[in-house]
């Protein structure tokens, strides 16, 4: 394992992929004292070469780059390897991060298919055992409204939690698929508008309302071509506890609109809309007036409305970030692990599976390996 954790050195970060969410978390690295970049990895030399003339411009030593992560590891002091390449190529380089004993952040999700996930998840156990930290991102947890609703949930205080309602309604052009052919593909991208901009929206549907049995779902493309995936999904979610969700996901909602997430229960109900609470009310002892409003249990900027911090997606990451550098200089284990991501990603192949077979799916054909062998299919997909 990399020696460089010591209180006062910050950790090298060796950043794998330098497209548009590699730049949002060198933003993000850029926010905390304990971490900065020591290497770039793109196989296009001139996205690295960006990604470092923008970091230097800004005031920060200039990261080395490198067309590989074996290359990165053997040149500079790395101590946490970010993921941030199409979902597909996740697995190899979280093996290749881990082999070499270093902590390692994924980007979601966690790959594109159940059984390389459980790959992933089964190294990142013994990973864990040898001291190392592997997490995936889902800076959505960490946003305040989700933790107040998160709170509330663990604690009673929404009563028994009964139905949720989520939607992420969401735009992309077709010029956004065209930019890279990885776009849009189930190889690579894993799936559409729920692989690839659903799936946090998922996660926090499971982590207020536990664990998913079975899903029932329609995909179509309907407002782009020259894509093998879905830009539309409507799916409906039963789980252990018994609660129901209904769950839609888009990007064909010109000219984009709001993530919008309702949970409700027999004593208390919440909104988060774009990662900031709308309402949130828990009933008194007596069923009487609420005991809390949204004004009472976050900050303003955290509010439906109110001022937003013009780096918030840089600093959603960065609540991870803080996370993930605790969680090393602690010696104890993220606040997400791959375990977490696992089930988001065995949900989101429940309903392609749904889709494409017609049919209800449950979450342990998925997690067995019974429909390993069915290909997924999106109504409309040219």
Not at 220 to 240: C, I, K, M, N, P
Request: glycine letters at 10%; aromatic letters at 4%; one cysteine or more.
């Amino acid at each position: 394992m990399t020696g460089n954790n010591e209180h006062g050195t910050p950790l090298g970060v060796a950043l794998v992929g330098c497209g548009i969410i590699g730049l949002n978390h060198a933003k993000a690295i850029a926010l905390h004292p304990d971490v900065a970049i020591t290497a770039l990895v793109d196989a296009i030399p001139q996205a690295a070469k960006a990604l470092a003339d923008s970091i230097e411009a800004d005031g920060a030593a200039r990261p080395g780059e490198f067309a590989s992560l074996a290359e990165a590891l053997a040149a500079a002091s790395v101590d946490l390897v970010v993921i941030c390449t199409p979902s597909g190529q996740h697995i190899q380089l979280a093996q290749e991060a881990i082999a070499a004993g270093r902590h390692v952040l994924i980007e979601k999700p966690l790959d594109v298919t159940v059984p390389r996930a459980k790959q992933i998840a089964a190294i990142a156990a013994q990973a864990e055992a040898d001291g190392l930290v592997v997490s995936v991102v889902s800076q959505h947890r960490f946003d305040p409204a989700s933790v107040v609703v998160a709170e509330a949930i663990a604690s009673d205080g929404f009563g028994r939690v009964t139905s949720a309602v989520a939607s992420v309604a969401w735009w992309r052009s077709q010029e956004y698929y065209d930019s890279g052919k990885w776009r849009g593909t189930w190889a690579l991208d894993g799936g559409g508008a729920v692989m690839n901009q659903g799936v946090h929206t998922v996660d926090l549907l499971l982590w207020f309302l536990g664990r998913p049995v079975e899903i029932q779902a329609h995909t179509a493309l309907l407002a782009h071509g020259r894509v093998e995936v879905e830009d539309v999904a409507v799916a409906t979610v039963r789980f252990e506890s018994g609660a129901l969700a209904v769950l839609h996901a888009t990007t064909a909602a010109f000219p984009g609109l709001s993530v919008r997430l309702q949970v409700h229960g027999s004593r208390g109900s919440a909104i988060i809309e774009d990662d900031q609470l709308e309402f949130f009310h828990t009933a008194g002892d007596d069923d009487g007036p609420a005991s809390n409003q949204a004004a009472d249990v976050v900050a303003p900027g955290e509010l439906r409305g109110g001022e937003r911090d013009p780096d918030r997606f840089a600093i959603g990451h960065l609540r991870q970030y803080a996370d993930v550098v605790a969680a090393i200089r602690e010696g104890r284990p993220p606040l997400v692990r791959v375990d977490d991501a696992l089930l988001a990603l065995a949900a989101v192949r429940c309903l392609y599976l749904s889709s494409t077979l017609g049919r209800s799916v449950t979450l342990d054909e998925v997690l067995d390996g019974s429909l390993d062998q069915v290909t997924v299919t999106t109504s409309g997909a040219a």
